[in-house]
């Protein structure tokens, strides 16, 4: 099985290359969902949160208040620190699972959703390659305010506060460049999907049972879930 790591800037267009990945038939599994379902009322994710930072990051309902934790680390390196602590674990586990199911039935090829892929590198590991969504600065800015509604000032202060989408672009091996029309990006995408289907090889030889397959989910069961 071939696992494919999928990243980008904020506002770069990377749901628009999801929807693609999705309808050529390869499995996606978006890291935000999870990051989501960890923090569930009653998760042990939720708890550990409001153990470290107190139950004013609840909302009335017992759900997390995402605006309000997003204020306590947003310009907080040592907060952040804190919470990645908490829920990178949880989310790197719950792939993890995830892409051992995937293995087991079969699947050739998976793409992993992952904003942060660079930035945590608790997934590079499983990663064959990385594909990077990219525009230029100017772009990112016009559809950040935009999707927003924000101030050029405070769409500004989100943007750097991330790692820049140069430092992603250096370290791909496959760039989708968002600069024109919708349907040119989808196009971008397709190609590169179709490219990775075709030069599978080896990896439909090992996804699933069998000697080597073994070997395989067995690394992954020791080095990620045990």
């Given at each position: 099985?071939?696992?494919?790591?999928?990243?980008?800037?904020?506002?770069?267009?990377?749901?628009?290359?999801?929807?693609?990945?999705?309808?050529?038939?390869?499995?996606?599994?978006?890291?935000?969902?999870?990051?989501?379902?960890?923090?569930?009322?009653?998760?042990?994710?939720?708890?550990?949160?409001?153990?470290?930072?107190?139950?004013?990051?609840?909302?009335?309902?017992?759900?997390?208040?995402?605006?309000?934790?997003?204020?306590?680390?947003?310009?907080?390196?040592?907060?952040?620190?804190?919470?990645?602590?908490?829920?990178?674990?949880?989310?790197?586990?719950?792939?993890?699972?995830?892409?051992?199911?995937?293995?087991?039935?079969?699947?050739?090829?998976?793409?992993?959703?992952?904003?942060?892929?660079?930035?945590?590198?608790?997934?590079?590991?499983?990663?064959?390659?990385?594909?990077?969504?990219?525009?230029?600065?100017?772009?990112?800015?016009?559809?950040?305010?935009?999707?927003?509604?924000?101030?050029?000032?405070?769409?500004?202060?989100?943007?750097?506060?991330?790692?820049p989408v140069s430092s992603k672009v250096e370290m791909a091996e496959k760039?989708?460049?968002?600069?024109?029309?919708?349907?040119?990006?989808?196009?971008?995408?397709?190609?590169?999907?179709?490219?990775?289907?075709?030069?599978?090889?080896?990896?439909?030889?090992?996804?699933?049972?069998?000697?080597?397959?073994?070997?395989?989910?067995?690394?992954?069961?020791?080095?990620?879930?045990?």
């Amino acid at each position: 099985m071939r696992v494919l790591g999928l990243t980008g800037g904020i506002s770069c267009g990377k749901s628009t290359v999801v929807k693609v990945i999705e309808r050529s038939g390869v499995p996606v599994i978006d890291c935000d969902k999870i990051a989501r379902q960890i923090v569930q009322p009653g998760s042990s994710g939720l708890n550990a949160i409001v153990k470290e930072f107190g139950k004013d990051v609840l909302q009335a309902d017992g759900s997390l208040d995402r605006k309000g934790l997003g204020k306590i680390i947003f310009n907080d390196k040592e907060q952040r620190r804190k919470l990645n602590k908490i829920t990178i674990p949880r989310i790197t586990q719950t792939i993890i699972w995830s892409l051992f199911s995937h293995f087991i039935v079969g699947t050739p090829l998976v793409v992993i959703d992952a904003p942060t892929l660079y930035e945590t590198k608790s997934l590079l590991p499983v990663c064959h390659s990385v594909i990077v969504v990219a525009t230029t600065e100017e772009k990112q800015l016009e559809w950040l305010m935009a999707r927003d509604k924000s101030a050029e000032k405070d769409a500004k202060a989100r943007i750097s506060a991330q790692m820049p989408v140069s430092s992603k672009v250096e370290m791909a091996e496959k760039v989708v460049w968002n600069t024109g029309t919708r349907e040119e990006a989808e196009k971008k995408t397709m190609a590169i999907i179709k490219e990775f289907q075709n030069n599978l090889g080896l990896s439909r030889l090992f996804s699933g049972p069998g000697l080597g397959g073994a070997g395989l989910a067995l690394w992954i069961l020791i080095r990620f879930l045990m």
